[in-house]
């Protein structure tokens, strides 16, 4: 008799151990998810572990009011019967890099006469330093703003530690100044700045992001590009990132096949524009 009672008493202890093993039960699956959006928005930014943006056209739409009148006034002060419309240096974007970008221009028209044939490259080199001085006046002077939207991802991916970088085929000092000035001291300091010549070969090469992911030690599936340009979007295709394309005065016609998503502006209605939960659900 008292064989037959152990097996029972066994199974009883058993079921009421089991009836009392830790689960998730249906209760705490819909306190999880009616939880705070405070919670679920740290749940999910620690999953992106960082935003890259390139500069120009992304962080401020500098290229049209920027760059290009930078460049007029320099070819203006070194006797160089030159001037960009905003048609012509439209097309003249689809070329990568300042210098790149003189160069091809007047491989094409023809060279200045005022420039030596010898003394080409020093002298593009030279355009370009002055360029940038011209453009770092203007954003020092405040006729440059940020995009819609930029602050807000960037205060919240700093409140939610995901780190932030910037990618640019644009002199570093520029890109640096620009962050500084328009965001001020406490939020350029946040920002891992790769720009200018620290690459050999430019955008649409992956180079500039393959640097960023490298030395900032980074894990790519955990990483979005924010981008404005076809050629950008071929950079961040490349690396193997996702990105995210937010169109700017020069490039809303352009294809952007192969992007993870499409944007007029990030935007600065939170409720309405992009947030860290939807870069974090662009991740691969």
């Known amino acids: 008799m008292h064989l037959l009672v152990l097996p029972v008493l066994l199974a009883v202890v058993s079921l009421d151990v089991e009836a009392f093993a830790p689960k998730t039960s249906f209760t705490e699956k819909r306190f999880c998810s009616r939880s ?28 049209r009011d920027g760059h290009r009148p930078a460049f007029n006034r320099a070819f203006k002060e070194n006797g160089i019967d030159e001037e960009w419309g905003i048609e012509r240096y439209g097309v003249l974007l689809e070329t990568g890099g300042g210098k790149e970008r003189m160069t091809a221009h007047w491989n094409e028209v023809g060279w200045p006469n005022v420039i030596v044939e010898d003394e080409r490259v020093e002298k593009v080199k030279s355009l370009h330093l002055q360029k940038t001085d011209i453009f770092m006046d203007l954003i020092n002077d405040g006729a440059i703003p ?28 520029a890109v640096s100044n620009l962050i500084k ?21 430019k955008k649409p090469a992956p180079d500039v992001y393959n640097m960023a992911v490298d030395e900032m030690g980074l894990n790519k599936s955990r990483c979005v590009i924010v981008e404005d340009t076809q050629i950008g979007l071929g950079a961040a295709k490349a690396a ?3 990105c995210i394309v937010t169109k700017s005065s020069y490039t809303g016609e352009e294809d952007f096949t192969g992007a993870d998503m499409v944007v007029d502006e990030l935007g600065d209605d939170p409720d309405t524009g992009v947030s860290l939960d939807t870069l974090t659900s662009l991740l691969n």
């Open 181 to 201: 000035t328009l965001m001020g001291p406490e939020r350029a300091a946040k920002f891992s700045i790769f720009a200018g010549d620290m690459v050999k070969a």
């Open 146 to 173: 940020l995009r819609p939207g930029v602050l807000r991802i960037v205060d919240d991916a700093i409140a939610a530690g995901v780190r932030l970088a910037c990618c640019s085929t644009s002199n570093d000092k």
């Open 240 to 242: 193997g990132i996702s």
């Open 36 to 63: 705070s959006i405070k919670s679920t928005r740290t749940f999910l930014a620690a999953s992106l572990e960082a935003i890259l943006f390139d500069c120009d056209g992304v962080l401020a739409d500098t290229e």
